[in-house]
């Protein structure tokens, strides 16, 4: 008699459900590569059903003594298919759409209170600093750092001054210095916003030093009777780049009262539910900085007319208030 030997179990396994794992990988495949939009209607009544046919094979393996190469295999087909199955169906360009036109104003919003909080902690450093420099122009290194004030001091003449604010040159590495403008301020943002975790208190040195350092020199600007001149040359990109830093402390204080007062979840909970919205609010202030790194470091450089300056700082300022105030809101 011919004796026939008893195949494996795990062979048998893999032999019953080989064609369906390989029909899921197929379709995974064909969805990857094409979208969802794209397969037929029949293609997509298989998916549910090949993926959970391929948990339940996952499971098994995982409370057996299957090869962990198959186990491996199994976990990542599910993996993929998981995304397919329940990730929702936007592009990227879709996801990038509604985080412009929605998401980020909404997550401003949410935070509106730490927005006024920042903004007014910030106009407290800057009315104090402006009011003791015009009292004591020594006082001006008390905010202002020697090396980033450069010519800008109180021993400066009106026409030194009046040249730094329209001085002329070549225009080469404008791209060059406006993305070290960029490269600093979102450094300075992304900074108030980790400070953050620190109860919040060093946001609110950061914003009063920022604040500070802005009211110095526009007390300076001031005193030489160049008031009308400075404003033009800070508000254009000022206006983003402020409101953008402000936005980036207001996270941090977001995240600081939650580290303090969690309220009813967690901690680890409360952080990790705001932290999605900050997120939010982060990345639309550094795409804000991206934007004010440009328009100091050409726009500014380039255009000498203080009534096209002072044009371009409207538009902006009207351009920020619209859109956090109606951008996402739901029509009536």
């Not at 993929?80 to 412009?100: E, I, N, T």
């Not at 920022?210 to 009211?215: F, K, N, P, S």
Request: charged share 15%; aromatic share 10%; net charge positive.
């Amino acid at each position: 008699m011919t004796e026939h030997k008893a195949v494996p179990w795990s062979v048998t396994f893999r032999r019953e459900r080989q064609k369906t794992w390989r029909e899921l990988e197929g379709l995974v495949k064909e969805c990857e590569r094409n979208g969802v939009a794209q397969m037929s209607p029949d293609k997509l009544a298989r998916l549910p059903v090949l993926y959970r046919a391929t948990v339940s094979a996952l499971g098994v393996a995982r409370s057996s003594l299957l090869d962990q190469n198959l186990r491996d295999y199994l976990e990542a087909l599910v993996a993929r298919a998981y995304l397919v199955v329940y990730a929702p169906k936007r592009s990227v360009g879709q996801v990038f759409r509604d985080f412009l036109l929605r998401g980020f104003a909404e997550a401003v919003r949410s935070i509106r209170w730490y927005v006024l909080a920042a903004t007014l902690v910030m106009m407290a450093g800057f009315g104090i600093a402006f009011a003791m420099v015009q009292d004591d122009p020594s006082t001006y290194y008390m905010f202002v750092d020697r090396e980033l004030a450069g010519d800008r001091g109180p021993t400066a003449t009106t026409e030194t001054l009046h040249e730094t604010l329209f001085y002329t040159n070549d225009y080469e590495g404008l791209m060059t210095f406006a993305v070290m403008l960029f490269t600093h301020n979102s450094s300075v943002g992304i900074l108030a916003y980790g400070l953050g975790f620190a109860l919040g208190m060093p946001v609110l040195l950061l914003l009063l030093s920022t604040g500070m350092m802005l009211g110095g020199m526009t007390a300076l600007f001031h005193s030489h009777d160049l008031a009308v001149e400075w404003w033009s040359w800070i508000l254009p990109h000022g206006v983003t780049e402020l409101t953008a830093i402000i936005l980036c402390g207001a996270a941090g204080l977001a995240i600081g009262h939650k580290v303090v007062f969690p309220g009813r979840d967690s901690r680890a909970a409360a952080m990790a539910k705001i932290g999605r919205s900050m997120g939010a609010v982060i990345a639309g202030s550094v795409a804000m900085l991206f934007l004010a790194g440009g328009v100091e470091g050409i726009f500014r450089q380039v255009v000498q007319s203080v009534p096209v300056r002072y044009t371009m700082a409207v538009a902006f300022a009207v351009l920020w208030i619209a859109y956090f105030c109606l951008a996402g809101r739901k029509r009536q």
